[in-house]
């Protein structure tokens, strides 16, 4: 008889698979890690409890998600026989107007699923990858999903409109917005706080970056809309343009459909702009003409984004930075909020140099704090409630 009833978390990529293991009962994370399949084979990385167990783990070296997940579950019969898998939880990108919550996957779900790979075309076909994987191997195993678009669900329908013709909108086309447990988990954290937190701008900033206003820690407004492509400027995605230009590229410059993707996706944001690195570190390194213009473009664009959600809030409490980016940059902490000084947003550079969980000075207005993502955790959270 085994000991310990475990819950495995997939966050799986288009390039890696990360991956954290709970116990059932209290949550406590014995291993989380990531597999990166790179062109030269496949590396992964252990942190946590249990990460010794799995020093003689190799990962295959080719073969995609379905073999890097075969291999990791048969990893954890082997290296933690004492963990009895219970379930597994798993990231979904789009949950679109079927999932305004966590779902236990069986064949219905799936089916709408693989329907919003239409909106999500990047990112939801990995993600249902490593659920057929896990019910390749574990055909028996209860699997939930947890749509990154659901936090978002809240939000009022002008919120949610495009200013196109309105029978689009009852299509489903329309602003769902993304990141929505790395929010959840800024939500959870700030609940036992005094009206949680107040009127919330969570600033989730990473090689792929977002905004989300919150309010009584519900989701009132975000900054991407249909699709991940959509607000502040990433690493490799360009946010928001204007939809002339791609008018212009397709009518002008000859573009097709597929090379505007490419451009939008994989050769803008601090890549693009900068021509060096969509590496924010990699940027700060490089202290040139070029990658300071690309800092400074980011940051702009992302205080310009705090106080349009601020308007959506009726004024702003709380600024709070998660994600690579917003809890490790801090130089790009200072540079956002020297543009809110207007508002009497006003940081403690000391605090913001230590990474303090509050970075605010003692006369700012606003408090700003560092929230570690762990969208991981969420995720445990909503398998366990679901099994009961």
Known sequence: MKDVKGIIVFNTGSSSVKFALYGMDCLNQYLHGTIDEKPDGAVCSFVGDK?????????????GHAVMIEALLDGF?????????VAAGHRVVHGGDYFDGPVMVNDDSMAKMEDLIRYAFVHQPHNIQAIKAVKDHFPDLPQVACFDTAFHRTQPQLATMMTIPKEF?????????????????VADVLANEEDKGGRVVAAHLGNGASMCAIKNGKSVATTMGMTVLDGLMMGTRSGSVDPGLLLYL?????YSPKDIEAMLTKKSGLLGVSGISNDIRDLIAANCDDANIAIDLFAYRAAREIGSLSVALGGLDRVVFTGGIGENAALVREKIIEYLGFLNVKLDNDKNNSKAEYIHSENSAVRIQIIKADEELVIAKAVKALLG
Not at 51 to 63: L, M, N, Y
């Open 51 to 63: 990460a010794d167990e799995f020093i003689d783990f190799v990962p295959p070296k080719t073969g």
């Open 77 to 85: 019969k082997t290296y933690l026989p004492e963990v009895n898998t």
């Open 169 to 185: 909108y009852a299509r489903g086309i329309k602003r769902y917005g993304f990141h929505g447990l790395s929010y959840q988990n």
């Open 250 to 254: 397709i009518n002008q410059e000859g």
